[in-house]
């Protein structure tokens, strides 16, 4: 088993930064990738990023591109989520993820999942 929590979310002012943060614990080195998704009222779980936990190849999905940044401390087994220029469209409930494989695109993937934590961005 692998546990996930999340920290990091909260609320901030359109064009703001928050840092979201992943610690990873039981059988992290299970994991083939490690990602972010989110939820907002009434909509679907969607996939923002990924990295894989060996070579650190990164995804982004195309709405998040260029705005958000994921890495990862494999030492701390702890992935981040930098976001940037930060929309009230934005405005969600994060998600950490991870999958037994390299392979980390849509929900179907995930084999693990945090908590959550919320992201308000305020116009």
């Known amino acids: 088993q692998v546990q996930l929590v999340e920290s990091g979310g909260g609320l901030v002012q359109t064009g703001g930064s928050l840092r979201l943060s992943c610690a990873a614990s039981?059988?992290?080195?299970?994991?083939?990738?490690m990602g972010w998704f989110r939820q907002a009222p009434g909509k679907e779980r969607t996939f923002l990023a990924a990295?894989?936990?060996?070579?650190?190849?990164?995804s982004y999905a195309d709405s998040v591109k260029g705005r958000f940044t994921i890495s990862r401390d494999n030492a701390k087994n702890t992935m981040y989520l930098q976001m940037n220029s930060l929309k009230p469209e934005d405005t969600a409930v994060y998600y950490c993820a991870a999958s037994t494989w390299p392979q980390l695109r849509v929900v179907a993937d995930v084999d693990y999942w945090g908590q959550g934590t919320q992201v308000t961005v305020s116009s």
């Open positions: 039981g059988r992290s080195f299970s994991t083939g990738a």
């Open positions: 990295i894989r936990r060996n070579v650190g190849i990164t």
